[in-house]
C-alpha cells in the first residue's frame, strides 16, 4: 500500500511568486492534514479536510494560503504571494477517520523563499 | 506555550542500550502519537496511545501515558543504529467530533553509537 506522497520534494521560489504543493493522502483516506514546520520551530497544524470539505482551518497563517481538495482525493496548498517567512517544512497527513486516528505523515515539501 | 515538550533534548546511547525519551504537555488529551524523523525525511508514526490507556508496545517500542502528571515516555529496548532519529510526541485533543489537530513537541535527537 503505497504511503502519502508529496510533490515537490523541494521548492525554491523568489519573495513574490506563487507556490503550489500537492498531496496524495493514502488511498480510501478521507482525512487529510496540512501542517508545517518554518525556522526550526515546532511543527504546526494549518487545516483539515474531509473529504472535499474544509473540516477545520484554524491553523492557516493568512489569505495568502489556500487549500483545495476538489473531488476529495489529492489536496493542494497554493502560496501567492510568497514570503520570506513562508519558508519551512509542509507535511500533509491521512487518516481513516476524523477521531482519534493514526495519522500517517508524507516526506514533506521543503520550501525555500528568497 | 507549546504543548509538547521532549525531554532530554538530545540523546547519546551505544547500540544494545535502552533509550527513553519523555513527553510532557500542558492541557488535556485524548490521544497521544509517537513520531519518527530519520534525517531529511518524513515523519515516521510509531504509535497512538489513548488517554484511556496506560501502556502499549509495538515491537521493542514500549509507550506510557500518566494523564495525572500530563506525560508520556517512549522506551526503545536493544536500540541499534538504525533507531538514530529524532523522535517527537504530538498530543490531540478530539472531542465532540472536532478535528484531531495534533500538536507536536519539539523531539529528542537520538544518537545510538555502533
Known amino acids: 500500500e503505497a504511503g502519502v506522497t508529496q510533490f515537490p520534494s523541494h521548492s525554491v521560489i523568489e519573495k513574490g511568486q506563487t507556490v503550489t504543493l500537492r498531496c496524495d493522502p493514502i488511498?480510501?483516506?478521507?482525512?487529510l492534514y496540512w501542517y508545517r514546520r518554518v525556522m526550526g520551530k515546532e511543527i504546526k497544524f494549518l487545516l483539515h479536510?474531509?473529504?472535499?470539505?474544509?473540516?477545520?482551518e484554524s491553523g492557516m497563517p493568512n489569505n495568502r494560503f489556500l487549500a483545495e481538495r476538489t473531488g476529495g482525493t489529492y489536496s493542494t496548498l497554493k502560496v501567492q504571494p510568497a514570503e520570506l517567512e513562508d519558508s519551512g517544512v509542509y507535511f500533509c497527513?491521512?487518516?481513516?477517520?476524523?477521531?482519534?486516528?493514526?495519522?500517517?505523515f508524507g516526506p514533506g515539501t521543503r520550501l525555500t523563499v528568497t | 506555550s507549546q504543548q509538547g515538550e521532549e525531554d532530554p533534548q538530545a540523546l547519546s546511547i551505544q547500540e544494545g542500550e535502552n533509550a527513553t525519551m519523555n513527553c510532557s504537555y500542558k492541557?488535556?488529551?485524548?490521544?497521544l502519537q509517537w513520531y519518527r524523523q530519520n534525517s531529511g525525511r518524513g515523519l515516521v508514526h510509531l504509535i497512538l496511545?489513548?488517554?484511556?490507556?496506560r501502556e502499549k508496545h509495538s515491537g521493542r517500542l514500549r509507550v506510557t501515558l500518566d494523564t495525572s502528571k500530563k506525560s508520556s515516555s517512549l522506551l526503545i529496548t536493544a536500540s541499534r543504529a538504525a533507531d538514530t532519529a529524532s523522535y517527537f510526541c504530538?498530543?490531540?485533543?478530539?472531542?465532540?467530533?472536532?478535528?484531531?489537530?495534533?500538536?507536536f513537541g519539539t523531539g529528542t535527537l537520538l544518537a545510538v553509537q555502533p
Open positions: 488511498s480510501g483516506h478521507d482525512n
Open positions: 496511545i489513548r488517554s484511556n490507556e
Open positions: 504530538a498530543t490531540g485533543k478530539n472531542y465532540g467530533g472536532a478535528t484531531n489537530k495534533l500538536i
Open positions: 479536510f474531509v473529504k472535499e470539505s474544509k473540516q477545520d
Open positions: 497527513a491521512s487518516s481513516q477517520g476524523a477521531g482519534v486516528y493514526e495519522q500517517y
Open positions: 492541557t488535556s488529551i485524548n490521544n
